[in-house]
């Protein structure tokens, strides 16, 4: 029940919306996004730290075609709800300052988008997870199309060709493995697991790459990702937030829930491929970073070099890897949601985000700039920043893979300091200029926005061991699955 | 037991009072800041005596431990915020806190004018609890964690005035050469991980012993490990940031880019010295890499003309010489010349600071001279802490720098070589600047020569107690040849045991060759004092003035051999040159090319097919019958 209210209130929220007063939509939305939480907090205390999944519900839907109403939480799922239900009200919270028109759909939409987000996190069906999945790309479509910015039609048109065209390759996975169920067919994950780990090692291949081109485009991963820079870039600031915070991170679930145990084999043949690209992308995305004149393009390259190294400790299929990927998508949310705004902070005092037109910030602005230092600390991830517990699990499990490697992908330390710190710099600090000299710093409403992203970063960096203890079962279960399949089927 | 809680309260004390100072309560006067930053280095200072004490009066051997809490644990992946205090780490602390200390005091009047009195404070009270967690850590994660957090606060402080792009740009060249030393060290203490399954220094040291002398696996992780001690103490080739650092407030200079930030190299190292035992190869390539940093650094220092230009070179230098003492496996006296030049050089930068004071900010020797009459304080505390640095005895870089020459000999005479002409350079450079400062007549210009004073007593009186320990602090390590005991020595003993007994029995030199040695580079380093003394207080020379070309030899020294720029030239060109070249060909026109590309294939496509769709019945029948033919076809075959 749980479960499926956690699905379901925000759409409800949404739906009770539509009746209201355009001026009430704001506070509205954000009472039911803060409800919502409070539901996550109740389950988070209802859960036990376990491998077993929790507040399971599990009904026909259509009987006929053995598609079920399954969900239910587990570690793994805790975490990604936890991040959703979180940066859901932080998001909505962030845009209180704008007036967008008409905020009864833009805010309905942003409400639909979470329901569909808790919808991924939590389906253990895997036609439920299909429709979730594509649920969730139309209200971010229109969010982008309507309140998006110059150019929005074609950037738009292209994310989302490019990020539908992803999902139908993976739905023809899952119907294959679907029709590879025995009897009455079924979606339920179990089935569909059984039905993937008995194909033989050239057909696991085949349906890997069908499942992992869905969830690399989603993420992205090199070279899927030409869509992203131009999407967060033209997106208003919530789209992007709720892009990079929160909706990237169903690509990689999808890879834990929805390729690894599937295909145990067809990991196994091609993980060092996924590794390579994932790797490469964190060099050359931090690269184009550092070329970046626009800042919420560099932050958005700086995405795709955070998301590689997720995705390449994720792929080495170590434990510590895994849980590295789990703690650092938490983290990653955070980080870029509070970098998302503190850029918009920037437009909106400045009319421009182009770090040479800035500068000199600092001088009138110092609680913007411990805020922005510290989100900054995050993302280079320096040690006792949430960013630090993740990177140093994920580089360590990339380097146990190969030494060779883990050291490429540790070049995100370093480049990854050029292209923050140079931001940093060319916006804050020296001389201000006309554009800047008047910088209003940081007022109430963005500071409740501002405070708990600085708040969650070092408390996450200093004292993780509550977060890694919720997945840390779950994903050591999720392990002995595969290696115990791979090492049987050798 | 007490003294074990007490841990704990030493890294926390400076912590507490940076965010009482930054976060508490923001309208602090300055009196109130200036009371509790420096009351919270105070109090750790108080309690690192105290367990100083405590491990002095404890049988050999004996080291405490306390555990805060779990940090970061998963899997087969373990590590805790827990602290060690053994004979290492207590001189360490007994140096981060007592010389921070006093340069906290002497920040309180150099800094009284700024207006960001408090946040200066607040740096520096966090950089001393990164700096304690650097060398109190029982792991080898929780000294990465000071080790980054120190380097942090480098780059706060080196930028601290960041209204001047060029001291930001200084403080990013900081923080990116330090990271790259840090990834070298990540991937070390990773590669310690994956072979030792543990990374907490007991173990690890523990089962370190059962591997051979020379082991492949040693040596990866000595030579990982020295990449982050490059980084962060400024050795070749990653050296360059030092000097630029200056830019920072002058106390900067004397706590964090000389006294103790830059000397966490030499703790890491003398940290493993078993690891470092066990790898010829890595002690190799540390005494290589010390002695052309010693030798190289002290060449350009002699052409500097900027005050604390030069005592950055020196610093760069004497790290060298410490660096070339851990090579040849002399751990202690690595740790001593440490202590002392944190003494001399902290009280040679607060010197200096005290100068730039007076002299309305310049910091030029050649716009100074003469001020011995202005500043006597200054000039006494300074002239002792260039004795001591040139090594002249009885003052403290005597006996630390005799010693490193002494094991430099028993290691090889070319070693030895190299570190005595390093060290007799220093002698020259550094009198050449004391002489350009202190001696002859004014060459400022009569408006900053009106503004000439002698510092407040909050600045003086630091001065002198570290003149006071530059002047004795030696003797904590007189050799068995001018019949002392090395206390020093005797303390550390417990944590070098086990490579001592790795390495065998060090070949001491005899008593003979031993005073050989020290009158020579005594005799050489007076010649060396005359020499300048005669360019530069009796020929009155003065180093060329900006502009006027320089010839040769000279001008490569005085370009600092045009490293800089050869960076630039083959490092950050490049990779901006690369970045443009991934942004405007590989990303847009060829990654981005084939996915539109794509796109305009499928739309093609459709296009063609809908031609298919004619409405003619009669088409539709035909093209059924030919699909179920081929249909069938193809099953039949299969």
Known sequence: ?490 | MVMSELIGLIPLAPLLGFLFIGFVNKDLTKGWVATIACGAVLASFAMSVALFFNLLNSPAGTSLTFTAFDWISTGNFSVAFSFLVDPLSSIMMLIITGVGFLIHVYSVGYMYHDDGFRRFFMYLNLFIFFMLLLVMGSNYLLMFVGWEGVGLCSYLLIGFWFKNQDYNDAAKKAFIMNRIGDLGLILGVILIFVHFGSINYADVFSKAVDYPVGSEIITWITILLFVGAIGKSAQIPLYTWLPDAMAGPTPVSALIHAATMVTAGVYMIARNNILYTLSPLALEIVVVIGLATALFAATIAIAQNDIKKVLAYSTVSQLGLMFAALGVGAFTTGIFHMATHAFFKALLFLGAGSVIHAMSNEQDIRQMGGLRKYLPITFATFLIGTLAIAGIPPFAGFFSKDEILANAFGHSQIVWGVAALASILTAFYMFRLFFLTFSGTSRASEEVKHHIHESPKSMTIPLIVLAVLSAVGGFMGVPEVLGGGHALNQFLAPVFETSQKIAGEHHHLDHSTEFILMGVIVGVTFIMIFIAYTLYVRSKRIPTPEGVALNGAHKLVYHKYYIDEVYHTIVVKPLYFISKVFDTVVEKLFIDGIVNGTGRLVTWGSKTLRLVQTGNTGFYIFAMVISIIILLVTKSLI
Not at chain 1, 397 to 404: E, P, R
Request: charged share 10%; aromatic share 14%; glycine share 8%.
């Open chain 1, 1 to 490: 029940m749980l479960t499926t209210l956690l699905i379901f209130w925000p759409l409800f929220g949404a739906l009770i919306l539509l009746a209201l007063d355009s001026r009430m939509a704001k506070p509205w939305a954000l009472a039911v996004s803060l409800i919502e939480f409070a539901f996550f907090l109740f389950t988070v205390f209802s859960f036990q730290p376990d491998a077993s999944t929790q507040f399971v519900t599990n009904v026909p839907w259509i009987q006929s075609l053995g598609i079920n109403y399954y969900v239910g939480i587990d570690g793994i799922s805790m975490l990604m709800v936890l991040l959703t239900t979180l940066l859901t009200p932080l998001i909505i919270l962030s845009s209180f300052k704008n007036n967008y028109e008409n905020p009864v759909s833009f805010y309905g939409l942003i409400l639909t988008m979470e329901m569909a987000l808790v919808g991924v996190f939590v389906a253990l069906d895997g036609f439920l997870f299909y429709i979730f999945w594509e649920l969730a790309l139309i209200p971010i479509y229109f969010i982008c199309l309507r309140w998006g910015g110059v150019n929005r039609g074609a950037v738009t048109l292209k994310f989302f060709i490019y990020t539908l065209a992803g999902s139908l390759v993976m739905l023809v996975g899952l119907l294959y493995l679907y029709y590879q169920t025995p009897g009455q067919h079924s979606f339920a994950v179990e089935a569909l697991y059984a039905a993937g780990q008995q194909l033989p090692s050239s057909t696991q291949g085949l349906i890997f790459w069908a499942l992992f081109l869905a969830f690399a485009i989603k993420m992205p991963i090199f070279p899927f990702h030409t869509w992203q820079p131009d999407t967060y870039h033209t997106a208003p600031t919530q789209g992007t937030m709720l892009l990079s915070g929160i909706m990237l991170k169903m690509g990689i679930f999808g890879v834990i829930r929805w390729l690894l145990p599937v295909v145990p084999l067809g990991v196994k043949e091609w993980a060092s491929t996924a590794i390579v690209l994932s790797v490469i992308g964190i060099v050359y995305a931090s690269c184009l970073a550092i070329a970046q004149r626009d800042l919420k393009r560099l932050i958005a390259y700086s995405s795709i070099a955070h998301v590689g190294l997720i995705a390449a400790g994720l792929f080495t299929l170590n434990r510590i890897g895994m849980q590295g990927a789990m703690i650092q998508m938490v983290s990653h949310g955070v980080v870029i949601v509070g970098l998302f705004y503190i850029i918009d902070i920037v437009f909106s005092r400045t009319s421009t985000q182009e770090i040479a037109s800035l500068g000199g910030i600092r001088n009138s602005a110092p609680l913007f700039t411990t805020v922005f230092v510290v989100v900054m600390l995050g993302s280079v991830a320096l040690p006792l920043t949430s960013g630090f517990v993740g990177e140093f699990l994920l580089i360590n499990s990339i380097f146990q893979f190969n030494g060779w490697i883990g050291a490429i992908a540790g070049l995100t330390m370093i480049l990854g300091a050029v292209y923050m710190l140079r931001s940093f710099q060319q916006t804050m600090l020296g001389e201000a200029n006309a554009r800047t000299q008047n910088f209003i710093d940081i007022g109430l409403n963005e500071k409740i926005v501002l405070y708990p992203i600085v708040a969650l970063i070092i408390l996450i960096g200093v004292y993780p061991a509550p977060l890694l203890k919720i997945s840390e079962a779950a994903v050591e279960n999720l392990h002995t699955i595969i290696t115990n399949y791979q090492a049987l089927n050798q």
